[in-house]
């Protein structure tokens, strides 16, 4: 059972994307934020990669001949 704390962190993430998800559904996101909190904390857990450009980047321009 998620604490209330979480309960409301996941009613605050919904109503902030503009989602109403019917009850049985608000009640597995509930149940599953726990489990992907840590995952989810993770991904902002390495302040030197934070304004790293992704490993693939699609570039449109044609590249620069060289000379």
Do not use: N
Request: charged share 20%; net charge negative; aromatic share 8%.
């Amino acid at each position: 059972m998620p604490d209330r704390d979480q309960t409301t962190l996941v009613d605050l993430q919904l109503a902030a994307a503009g989602l109403d998800p019917g009850p049985v559904e608000r009640a597995a996101l509930h149940a599953m934020h726990a489990a992907f909190a840590p995952g989810i904390d993770a991904l902002y857990a390495l302040p030197a990669a934070r304004y790293e450009v992704p490993a693939l980047v699609f570039d449109p321009r044609t590249p620069a001949p060289e000379w």
